[in-house]
């Protein structure tokens, strides 16, 4: 829900250090490195690297083909991203 508000999130540093999840922070000067870190940076990473995929150089076959392999899998956010290429052109 947060990332679809583009909320930020906030977590404990012994929760991402369990998931193997490694954060480099860098503390306001004056202020001490607290226990919760905001981790809006590295979740707008994965998106961006999620939404990178672009079908504005596919041809329409491949588009459906896409298309297919998406709603097979229920992939609907990928599918819909494909349906709203598609019908643009």
């Known amino acids: 829900m947060a990332l679809r508000f583009q909320a930020p999130i906030f977590t404990y540093k012994n929760i991402l250090d369990k998931a193997g999840i490694y954060l480099k922070v860098n ?19 994965e998106i ?4 990178q995929e672009n079908y504005k150089d596919k041809s329409l076959k491949e588009l459906n083909t896409l298309l297919d392999e998406a709603v ?16 643009k052109r």
Request: hydrophobic fraction near 30%; aromatic fraction near 6%.
């Open 27 to 45: 503390p306001k000067k004056g202020e001490e490195e607290q226990d919760s870190i905001l981790v809006d940076d590295f979740v707008a990473e």
């Open 48 to 51: 961006e690297a999620s939404v």
């Open 72 to 87: 097979n899998n229920e992939d609907y956010e990928k599918a819909a991203k494909i349906r709203d290429e598609i019908s």
